[in-house]
């Protein structure tokens, strides 16, 4: 009996609940990859859908690993701190949609800093997270002062920011190619100093203190939510924003905060990638980058939690850039984008299944204590 | 000036199509974000059948079997949106999203796999679709006439008739403006939700479609549809979920659109030198703007966007 209630206690607990939600969430994900690739061709699929899992484990040779290993890292890095800026949206009740293109803004403001005024790094990094902070704000002013839908106002932005940018940065391209010139080449001071990381990964120079930095940034939003009291306002705003108004909380300021900091958390991580120097801005990209769309995937796959973030933006990132391993004569790499659209759709369902599970240790709870009552008597 | 009103004609005609399929879903009270996965999957339907139909086969039979492909797409991936927000209570939002991103995604997979199938060398994700598209298709004189324009002028009268003049229609109504007192009445909220949402996808897909005809005969799948069911999105809140407002903000929206594919043709617009980036951004800083003026007294339907729940009062 006792052992029984243990375990229903150790089932009841939310941390474990959103592991396992979250695990079998991926699992799903990758059992439809699987059949995908089954489907395609049943030959290679077992080979392709370890090489998506293995990523950079597919070098032999330590110091391959080391390095793509630091690949990874940067852009799961840039990844985290986009799904930070969907989380911390969705805890007063908002959907950043809008970090894709809060992201571009980010990488807009940092490049052309790094390359027109020929900035030092911190300046570009403060001007990305300025300038995404505005593009969030006026999503959130319009929200608070006007009621437009977060969402559509968000996706019109998407847009409004990918073409801004790419005008911006056309004036910095380089002469005969699409893309912006490389920062090493142009200004060495706008590239984030790495500190002796790049030793660690092979001397790999893309991995700099950004990544670190952003695991911080990850601690700090988890401080902000728990334990402040603006945290607290954001969090009860999100729950009921009648019942925070009612209770003297400036319902639309921390709105439009909301949505500042949102967007500025996209821009740092634009900020972060960018430069590092490890891809260059195509000027005539014609699709919003994935990384703010896939934020709401790791966002989500973390439970919600700032900390749990960090392992899932690690991971749907590890599994993005596996898909580049797959064998390409039969597959193609958005397997892996399809992958991560299907574990975002899972994750849509763990709260209807998280209520069954409670609602059923519930009835057995009243059960056994009925039991136990009748046992007595 | 001919081109123009043919341009803003089929994008009106995508647009009113789109904004119809997420007006029926959205008075039934759920939420379709997805429109714009719809789409994708909604073309690649109707580009596969293109693509695969005999050369030999006769207009009509071409045509009808185009857009019931393109239909039936929509309606099976809208399925996905149906069974998570009604069945499971999912956030809407949040699905939304999903089958945006899985959309595109899996219109890639299935297009790269049938191209790499028929020729191992082909690794692009273009569907050619140039013959069979020409069905649709009717020259006037310079103006090239698309059987999509009446089609869509069609929707939207039958989608004034069964909103406001039939059974149907008001009970989808009701179940997304009180769920609970269509349900007490003896409405079967959740059958009439499933419907809305089969009635937007099988809209959405057949925008899709006419979003790929319109002007070019192959379509790359990774580009998806280019927020063109966002765009839907704007024009059906524009269109405050009424068929003929919906009509009439589809014509406003479809000519901002066509205008970047056609300004340089206009002396004074090609006189201002603007980049054409400029007008590829309009359609969507025009929503934004327009967006502001209206949100403040929305007339959504009361209800969207909340799961039903049969034991809550």
Not at chain 1, 129 to 146: D, N, P, R
């Amino acid at each position: 009996m006792n052992k029984g209630s243990k375990k229903v206690n150790f089932l009841r607990n939310s941390g474990f609940q959103t592991v396992t939600a979250s695990l079998i969430c991926i699992v799903l994900g990758l059992l439809v990859g699987y059949v995908v690739l089954l489907i395609i061709n049943p030959k290679g699929a077992a080979e392709a859908i370890a090489a998506i899992l293995k990523n950079y484990l597919y070098y032999p040779s330590p110091t391959a690993v080391m390095k793509y290993l630091g690949t990874t890292l940067v852009k799961a890095s840039a990844l985290l701190m986009c799904s930070l800026s969907v989380l911390f949206a969705y805890k007063a009740g908002l959907f950043n949609i809008g970090a894709a293109g809060q992201y571009v803004v980010g990488a807009g403001a940092a490049l052309y800093f790094g390359l027109k005024l020929h900035m030092p790094w911190y300046v570009c990094i403060v001007a990305a997270a300025a300038a995404a902070a505005v593009t969030g704000g006026i999503s959130g002013a319009l929200k608070a002062y006007f009621n437009v839908n977060e969402v559509i106002s968000c996706i019109m932005l998407n847009w409004i920011s990918l073409y801004c940018v790419n005008m911006l940065l056309t004036r910095a391209k380089e002469q005969s190619a699409p893309y912006t010139r490389p920062l090493s080449s142009v200004n060495k001071g706008a590239l984030i100093p790495t500190f002796g990381l790049d030793k660690i990964f092979a001397n790999n120079g893309f991995v700099t203190i950004g990544v670190p930095l952003a695991i911080m940034t990850a601690f700090a939003v988890w401080v902000v939510l728990e334990k402040t009291k603006f945290g607290f306002e954001l969090k009860a705003t999100g729950m009921n924003k009648h019942a925070a108004q009612y209770c003297g909380m400036r319902y639309r300021r921390n709105i439009i905060l909301t949505m500042m900091t949102a967007g500025s958390l996209a821009g740092l991580g634009a900020g972060i990638f960018y430069l590092s120097g490890i891809e260059q801005w195509m000027v005539q990209q014609t699709s919003v980058p994935a990384m703010g769309f896939n934020g709401i995937a790791a966002a989500f796959l973390g439970g919600l939690n700032p900390i749990g973030t960090v392992f899932s933006s690690y991971f749907i990132q590890h599994i993005t850039s596996g898909g580049s391993y797959v064998d390409k004569t039969i597959y193609c790499a958005q397997i892996s984008d399809l992958i991560s659209a299907f574990i975002i759709y899972c994750c849509g369902l763990v709260l209807f299944f998280k209520i069954r599970l409670n609602r059923w240790l519930d009835d057995k709870e009243r059960h056994a204590a009925k039991t136990q009552k009748g046992g007595g008597a | 000036m001919l081109l123009l009103i043919q341009y803003t004609l089929i994008f009106a005609s995508v647009l009113a199509i789109v904004a119809i399929g997420g007006c029926f879903s959205e008075h039934g009270g759920v939420i379709n974000i997805g429109l714009e996965g719809i789409m994708v999957i909604g073309a690649l339907g109707g580009a596969l059948m293109m693509k695969f139909l005999p050369g030999t086969m006769a207009a009509t039979a071409v045509m009808i079997s185009v857009i019931l492909a393109s239909l039936l797409a929509g309606i099976v991936f809208s399925m996905f949106l149906g069974v998570a927000a009604i069945n499971f209570n999912a956030d809407q939002t949040l699905v939304g999203t999903a089958i945006n991103l899985l959309g595109p995604a899996a219109a890639v997979v299935i297009v790269r796999a049938i191209n790499t199938a028929q020729n191992p060398d082909n690794v692009s994700s273009t569907v050619a679709y140039g013959h069979a598209k020409k069905v649709f298709i009717v020259n006037i004189g310079k103006f090239e006439f698309n059987w999509f324009m009446p089609l869509a002028f069609l929707v939207l009268v039958c989608a004034y008739i069964v909103l406001y003049k039939t059974k149907f229609g008001l009970r989808l109504c009701a179940c997304g403006e009180h769920p609970q007192a269509a349900d007490s009445v003896g409405i079967n909220v959740y059958r009439m939700r499933y419907a809305g949402v089969i009635i937007s996808g099988a809209l959405g897909g057949l925008g899709g479609l006419i979003y790929i005809t319109a002007g070019v005969s192959e379509w790359k799948f990774e580009n998806g549809v280019a927020g063109f069911g966002f765009l839907a999105l704007a024009v059906m809140i524009f269109g405050q979920w009424k068929p003929i407002n919906i009509g009439l903000t589809a014509l406003l929206f479809g000519m901002f659109r066509a205008l970047s594919n056609v300004y340089t043709g206009f002396d004074t617009l090609a006189a201002l030198k603007l980049p054409s980036t400029v007008y590829n951004m309009l359609p969507y800083i025009i929503s934004l703007i327009v967006l502001v003026f209206v949100s403040k007294k929305s007339r959504a339907p009361k209800a969207e966007g909340i799961p039903y729940d049969k034991g809550q009062r």
